[in-house]
């Protein structure tokens, strides 16, 4: 292990002589052989060994007993031992994030000042080729293009003014590689159980997902999803060289795209100056985003919609971008939405998805919160709300008029005309969003399997679920 991470350091010019190396140090397995090779590695590199340790706070005396933990092993080293904490969970709720989200956040924060601080060079941090693959993977599913499944970058700048350098000496690494390493030493490491927990995307990914595939389709997938990452690093280096100043915002005019010889491009460029464009001014840069702006940029269609209130137009050998200000649309929409699938809102940038829960998984889900499958039938017609709608909310009195229910859960009149709601095949509404689903058509324990309506991703009433 020793020798492959000398070479990976030499091969991507990670380290230098002389250079002052913050080792982030959670306790578990990984940052303790990190930074147990690199301080094998010291002299042979020429550099000096910073020890940090975030301590998250969120399980109490066990978070406790890891910076311990990790002021033995730094004092064992004899090696500087740099601390910082944070409140994750008061963090999470500020900033609207998930606890995993809130503590990355927290932790880089600190990392990125106390080695501004500091003056170090770099701060090491113990990315794995497990977390690679299963970053790879998590991307995968989520629909990515080749940024994201570029995956972890063995090397990014990170902060303000003054940058920070990460590195990452372990990408190619695997955690099996790891804890052979360790137990040859007689080293210890802390256990996290919280990795265990399954409700998480990636905990799901690394414990049940990850080893059926390479049981039954792939035993080296972490490898090969590893090297993919490779490719689209590469890519994504050629498209940041290739478009050039395109990738600059522009210093007049940010709003507009000139089209000239748009039409002339292959669509992979045409995807990347449109995806550029977007950036620019802060909008998503999903895939239906990217190529509703191509098409409109082309002339097939007049306009798009946008997250926040933007719309898009082309006309003149430009495309440009109306800011927020602009009423909604007056008309509707209606969609069908096959079971199971999901469907973009365009109107309101709002994804929704149906998908099949069976009995035994339906029995864990809250009350409420899912119809009969076999009230609803194969999909489900997807609309705004019109007046005169009419809905009875599950264990609710009486069906009421949909306008005094947002009125009661107080859904702000100028998004209420675009409200999706959702009807089964016989026209009855069944859905609302922001509410239980329908009394009438809602599961029960032994009526079989069951559907969930999900809001995936909306810019209309966040609050709302």
């Known amino acids: 292990m020793r020798k492959q991470v000398l ?4 091969e991507r010019g990670l380290l230098k002589a002389g250079d002052r190396v913050g080792v982030a140090v959670s306790g578990g397995a990984d940052s303790v052989a990190l930074l147990r090779v690199l301080l094998e590695l010291r002299e042979e590199l020429g550099i000096v060994l910073v020890v ?17 933990f990790v002021r033995e092993l730094a004092r064992s080293m004899g090696l500087e031992l740099l601390l910082g904490a944070g409140d994750v969970n008061e963090h999470a709720k500020r900033e609207s994030l998930s606890t995993e989200a809130a503590a990355r956040d927290l932790r880089y924060r600190w990392l990125t000042h106390m ?29 990515a293009g080749t940024r994201g499944l570029a995956g972890i970058y063995p090397e990014l700048h990170r902060g303000g003014t003054k940058k920070v350098r990460f590195i990452r000496p372990l990408l190619e690494t695997s955690r099996t590689e790891i804890e052979k390493y360790l137990t040859e030493l007689h080293l210890p490491w802390c256990l996290d159980h919280t990795n265990l927990d399954t409700r998480l995307t990636r905990n799901r990914i690394r414990h049940e ?48 795209l000139q089209l000239d010889v748009f039409d002339q491009l292959h669509v992979a460029p045409q995807r990347r100056a449109v995806k550029r464009f977007l950036e620019w001014n802060g909008l998503s840069t999903d895939f239906q985003h990217v190529e509703a702006l191509r098409r409109c940029a082309l002339g097939e269609v007049p306009r798009v919609e946008l997250d926040g209130g933007w719309r898009a137009t082309a006309s003149k ?50 009350l409420g919160t899912l119809l009969r499958a076999s009230a609803v039938g194969s999909a489900l017609t997807l609309r705004n709300w ?7 909310p599950a264990y609710s009195g009486s ?41 009438d058509f809602a599961w029960i ?4 399997d069951a559907i969930k309506i999900e809001v995936l991703a909306s810019e209309i009433d966040k609050t709302a679920s």
């Open 115 to 143: 080695a501004a601080m500091q003056n170090l060079d770099c701060v090491a941090t113990a990315h794995t080729l497990d977390d690679q693959a299963e970053t790879v993977l998590m991307k995968f599913l989520r629909g």
């Open 399 to 439: 069906a009421e008029k949909l306008k005094r229910l947002f009125s009661e859960k107080k859904i702000p009149a100028d998004q209420r005309a675009l409200w999706p709601i959702a009807l089964n095949t016989d026209n009855e509404i069944v859905w609302v969003r922001g509410f239980p689903v329908a009394h």
């Open 7 to 10: 070479h990976y350091i030499r």
């Open 386 to 392: 019109l007046p005169g709608d009419r809905f009875r």
């Open 317 to 366: 050998g430009k495309l440009t971008l109306q800011p927020p200000g602009v009423p909604a649309p007056a008309a509707g929409y209606q969609y069908s939405l096959a079971i199971p699938g999901e469907i973009l809102i365009s109107h309101t940038r709002t994804t929704i998805s149906a998908r099949l829960v069976d009995a035994a998984a339906a029995a864990q889900a809250g």
């Open 209 to 256: 997902l990850l080893p059926l595939l390479e049981r039954d389709y792939n035993p080296s997938l972490r490898r090969a999803l590893s090297e993919t990452a490779e490719i689209a690093r590469d890519e994504e280096d050629f498209w940041q060289t290739t478009m050039g100043g395109q990738g600059e915002e522009p210093s007049a005019q940010p709003h507009e």
């Open 445 to 448: 324990p032994g009526s079989g």
């Open 52 to 68: 940090a340790h975030f301590n998250h706070q969120l399980r109490g005396e066990k978070s406790d007993a890891d910076e311990q």
